[in-house]
């Protein structure tokens, strides 16, 4: 039967300890930062999939355009006063 001396068992629950502190580092950063890198390219998409469902309604459609028009000519009626 083999038998250890206390440094091994002290050397093997340091490395166990090193082991799951690592572990709970990489977790702590991975529930940080992992998220974001999901949500904003999906808010992207989001905006996209609005945009397009916006156009697809003429009047919608028409009410934008309008909207624009009338803030061109703000801006133009502004400059020339």
Not at 15 to 27: D, E, P
Not at 37 to 45: E, H, R
């Amino acid at each position: 039967m083999e038998s250890h001396s206390p440094f091994g068992v002290l050397w093997a629950g340091l490395g166990m300890a090193a082991y799951f502190t690592a572990l709970l580092w990489i977790n702590v950063l991975l529930s940080n930062f992992l998220p974001p890198l999901f949500l904003i390219p999906m808010t992207w998409f989001m905006d996209r999939t609005q945009k397009r469902e916006r156009w697809n309604h003429p009047e919608t459609a028409r009410r934008v355009v309008a909207e624009r028009n009338a803030a061109r000519n703000a801006r133009i009626a502004g400059l020339t006063n």
